[in-house]
């Protein structure tokens, strides 16, 4: 069985249930927590951490001396992420 636990809001307590339903449904239960900017199940459960593994997240850059500007990144993108400010 998976049961996943997610909102796109910070601080509605996803953390304060997934960690309760993963210690009260016993010791053969796997919690991921899969917040991208500060996961932090781990400071309530205490787990024996076996191994770590670095991970990295690339964070496009714009090359401010070829920008013209155009704004074509700002209406392609699908999640409006982009806003192009100025000239
Ligand atoms: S506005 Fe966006 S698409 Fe246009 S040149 Fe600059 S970075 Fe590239």
């Not at 074509?72 to 699908?78: A, D, L, R, V």
Request: hydrophobic share 40%.
């Amino acid at each position: 069985m998976i049961i996943s636990v997610a909102s796109g809001k910070g601080g509605t307590g996803k953390t304060t249930i997934a960690t309760n339903l993963a210690v009260s449904l016993g010791a053969n239960v796997q919690l991921l927590d899969c917040d991208v900017e500060e996961p932090n199940a781990h400071l309530f459960i205490h787990p024996v951490v076996e191994s770590v593994k670095t991970i990295t997240t690339p964070v496009p850059e714009v090359d401010m001396g070829k920008c013209t500007f155009c704004r074509k990144c700002n209406e392609i993108c699908q999640f409006k992420a982009i806003a192009v400010i100025g000239e």
